[in-house]
Nanobody, 121 residues
């Protein structure tokens, strides 16, 4: 059984910062790309950032220059440092991981349960 658990969400004022963490646990052979997505009320889930096992990153246009994704491969964790937060960043943030449970098996995407981020004065 694989679990992804996010933490670090909360309420922050505009211009503030938050750091999200996501830990993957269970019987995992290898984790490939990890990422963060978000979903605001009434909107579709959108890409925030992804990072490969080699450290290559990709960001959604709305967060470029403000958010930084990183990971610790030894701990199976991914992080999202969010700076200069805006009210429009308010959403539930989900982490995901593309991983294989055993050598030579198919890679599947797993999702966390989400953590709420609210940006408001």
């Amino acid at each position: 059984q694989v679990q992804l658990v996010e933490s670090g969400g909360g309420l922050v004022q505009p211009g503030g910062s938050l750091r999200l963490s996501c830990a993957a646990s269970g019987s995992i052979f290898s984790i490939y790309t990890m990422g963060w997505y978000r979903q605001a009320p009434g909107k579709q889930r959108e890409l925030v950032a992804t990072i490969t096992s080699g450290g290559s990153t990709n960001y959604g246009d709305s967060v470029k220059g403000r958010f930084t994704i990183s990971r610790d491969n030894a701990k199976n964790m991914v992080y999202l440092q969010m700076n200069v937060l805006k009210p429009e960043d308010t959403a539930v943030y989900y982490c995901n991981a593309d991983l294989a449970l055993r050598a030579g098996t198919v890679v599947n995407r797993y999702w966390g349960q989400g953590t709420q981020v609210a940006v408001s004065s």
